[in-house]
């Protein structure tokens, strides 16, 4: 007997309200499944696709409807080689997308001089490459997407690394010693929103409590010693790889909770926009601190209430 090849959803979804069909066309439009008949849908079969399949029947069958999932060698009517096929050009539609993000991105790269201007090509970049590895994680039929916009992301790379190298905008002694972090002044990028806003919470109540914080345009900003930066470019701490700076703080300073975990999964996600964790506050969360960032333009104000937020937040995660 050949090996379980495919995993089947069907559905049947009340028809009011119109709000749960439009849920659940979303979470499945995430998965990439291929619609084979009205309310079935298949994707290939692996522990992660079973894990989002049982997840999205979980969520129907709470909003009053009927999910089934299954296993199968074949759909009849309806062959291997087809089933394949729409699931990559599915697939390969989102790399195309992604590949004239990466490509805008080349362009705005390649006219900068100086790498002052880089954090918010960067905060780009991240997200970018996020998206990639989730694309790249379903990318079980290898379509050829994956390959053209990894090459875009290295040449992309590669310059920033070439306009990091000309720049001298880091003092050696910043880069040599092991600076503390008790008492210290905490300078990020005016205009704060959720994971500066985060980490000057995190910063504040967890690595320093006396931080004094400080918010400057990155074009005109000259580091000092006596400041320790944050979510700017050629901070000391930043975005690395996959991960937004309130997780490298987490990381760094090694701080480890269930509930900071939880709102790590909610930062990463508001703001890299992978939907990588997809926890159910997210929404919720975005909702308030989208409230606060553009009813508050004072970013000390902005501060104070994002972390009056965040502490009763942690609270319930």
Wanted: aromatic residues 6%; charged residues 25%.
């Amino acid at each position: 007997m050949s090996k379980l090849k495919w995993l089947l959803l069907m559905h049947k979804i009340p028809p009011k309200p119109d709000a749960v069909r439009v849920s659940i066309w979303r979470s499945l439009q995430k998965t990439f499944a291929v619609p084979v008949k009205n309310s079935v849908y298949a994707l290939p079969l692996n522990k992660k696709n079973l894990s989002v399949f049982k997840d999205i029947a979980k969520e129907i069958e709470e909003r009053g409807g009927e999910a089934v999932l299954c296993e199968v060698n074949f759909i009849k009517g309806v062959s291997n080689e087809s089933l394949e096929q729409e699931y990559n050009d599915h697939l390969n539609q989102s790399f195309l997308e992604l590949s004239k993000t990466l490509r805008e991105l080349r362009k705005q790269t390649k006219k900068l001089k100086s790498d002052h201007d880089l954090m918010p090509i960067q905060h780009d970049l991240s997200r970018a490459t996020s998206f990639l590895n989730v694309l790249a994680e379903k990318n079980v039929f290898h379509c050829d997407g994956e390959q053209i916009c990894r090459t875009l992301l290295d040449e992309i790379t590669k310059e920033i690394i070439s306009i990091s190298k000309k720049s001298s905008s880091i003092p050696a002694s910043i880069e040599k010693n092991q600076p503390t972090y008790r008492g210290r002044i905490w300078a990020t990028r005016i205009g704060i929103a959720h994971d500066r806003i985060a980490c000057a919470w995190l910063i504040k109540k967890y690595i320093d409590p006396s931080a004094e914080f400080i918010f400057v345009d990155p074009k005109n900003y000259k580091k000092t010693s006596s400041h320790i930066t944050y979510d700017i470019y050629r901070g000391d701490f930043s975005h690395e790889g996959e991960l937004c700076t309130f997780e490298v703080l987490i990381q760094r300073f090694k701080l480890k909770s269930a509930s900071l975990k939880n709102l790590a999964e909610i930062i990463h996600d508001l703001d890299i926009g992978d939907d990588k964790h997809q926890h159910p506050a997210t929404g919720g969360v975005k909702a308030i601190l989208d409230g606060i960032i553009s009813s508050t333009p004072n970013d000390i104000d902005r501060l104070a209430l994002g972390s009056k937020c965040l502490d009763h937040l942690v609270v319930s995660l």
